[in-house]
């Protein structure tokens, strides 16, 4: 099964990497999108020797001439799961906005394949109403979301936003995989 994995700019963005080496290890094939300021949490390198795929981060980088990448990125996944996903992305797919390699591939790609959204932000910034109207807005138009935790987080507060436990994401994904 392929899963197209989206990695953006949270401090939960290391998991990734887990999410990657256990999907891998349950026979996925992973492709990753790392965004730029996912990049400044995790490096390509390590989902990259993790997944065993290239990691995808410039829409624009020409790899193979006679393929249009963000398109062929979406008709090869099965399902798409952004982990973690930040408020900006989630703005972004709620209003079509397709301004980067991970927002265009999601748009080519959710009128055919699911799409798994798991939150990981700050409580203020999730419980922002224009933040869960965007996930209501989305969740009304099939996508699919793996609820963040209340936890004690990065910037030291307590409440909700931390990435799922990743037992729950790979779970989730599996089992929307059969």
Same mark, same amino acid.
């Given at each position: ?9 949270? $401090? ?6 887990? #999410? ?11 492709? #990753? ?96 109403? $224009? ?48």
């Amino acid at each position: 099964m392929n899963v197209l994995l989206g990695v953006t700019g949270s $401090i939960a963005a290391y998991k990734a990497a887990e #999410i990657t080496s256990r999907l891998t290890k349950q026979g996925c094939n992973v492709d #990753i999108i790392l965004t730029e300021s996912g990049s400044k949490f995790i490096t390509s390198l390590t989902l990259q020797t993790l997944s065993k795929n290239k990691v995808y981060m410039d829409m624009f980088e020409e790899i193979t001439p006679s393929e249009v990448k963000h398109i062929s990125l979406a008709k090869k996944a099965d399902l798409v799961l952004i982990a973690p996903a930040t408020a900006n992305i989630i703005g972004k797919i709620a209003w079509g906005i397709a301004d980067d390699f991970l927002s265009t591939v999601v748009m080519a790609a959710a009128n055919h394949t699911p799409v798994y959204i798991a939150p990981a932000m700050n409580t203020e910034m999730y419980e922002n109403p $224009i933040v869960q109207e965007n996930i209501q807005r989305l969740a009304e138009r099939g996508y699919h979301f793996i609820e963040p935790k209340s936890s004690l987080l990065a910037c030291g507060d307590l409440g909700k936003g931390a990435l799922a436990d990743v037992d729950k994401i790979v779970e989730t994904v599996l089992n929307a995989l059969q």
